[in-house]
């Protein structure tokens, strides 16, 4: 009875041991993790279950959450990044996002921009998520500012659309290659109603364009830059 009293006492340390051996190692790897993702720089600006630090004025139901995405069909909405990183206003940066679409799809990636209650965002440049709809535009241009007629990636299938903004150049990037780079002209004059349509500082937004559209985006990240 001795020698297994002993036993059993001996086993308890030995488990109590390993826990806080674990316990230790999974604080570390935290650690290690934190630090890895500070010095990477990048910051998730959708938690991928909600529609929390983003905000949507008319034809709210355009936008929804599920299953790790951001899901716009409806009617014309966008939806702006209200959070807490940078206080939404951004100048310098590199943005990504993976993103599907479907036949048909029309949406865009606003840069520069602010909230607005509804229809077009007047400030900033729309970088255009489209390969199938009817208009001509193609994913990765700078809307009305450098348009794009080549299809770079496919309906129905993830991929990842870069930004960087640095100074006065815009550089797109879809899948790892570059298929716009553009540096915007000292005192850029822009016809009337698209004044703002210029760099200069503010957040992110969705396009919904119209109720035949069906686009999806995840993994939505920055990297302030200086």
């Keep these: 009875m001795p020698f297994g009293v002993i036993q059993k006492t001996d086993l308890m340390k ?3 041991n390993l826990i806080c051996c674990c316990f230790i190692t999974c604080c570390l790897l935290s650690c290690s993790v934190s630090k890895h993702h500070a010095a990477d720089g990048w910051v998730a600006l959708f938690d991928g279950h909600s529609l929390n630090n983003w905000k949507v004025g008319d034809n709210a139901e ?3 959450a599920d299953s790790g995405m ?10 702006f990044y209200v959070g807490p990183v940078m206080d939404h206003n951004f ?5 990504k996002a993976d993103v599907m679409t479907h036949k048909g799809t029309n949406s865009g990636i606003y840069i520069h921009t602010g909230y607005q209650q509804g229809g077009w965002p007047a400030k900033g440049y729309e970088v255009q998520v489209n390969n199938t709809h009817t208009d001509w535009i193609r994913t990765g241009s700078l809307y009305g500012i450098v348009n794009i007629k080549e299809v770079y990636v496919k309906d129905n299938e993830w991929f990842t659309m870069h930004i960087t903004v640095q100074g006065k150049r815009v550089i797109v990037k879809l899948n790892d290659r570059v298929v716009l780079d553009y540096t915007e002209p000292e005192n850029v004059q822009r ?3 698209d004044e703002q349509r210029v760099l200069s500082s503010g957040t992110f937004a969705l396009q919904g364009h119209d109720p035949n559209s069906l686009t999806f985006f995840k993994n939505i990240m920055v990297k302030p830059l200086p």
């Design 91 to 95: 100048k310098n940066f590199e943005f």
């Design 62 to 64: 355009t936008f929804s």
């Design 14 to 16: 030995i488990t109590k």
């Design 191 to 193: 016809d009337k109603g």
């Design 70 to 79: 951001i899901i716009v069909h409806g009617k014309t909405a966008h939806l």
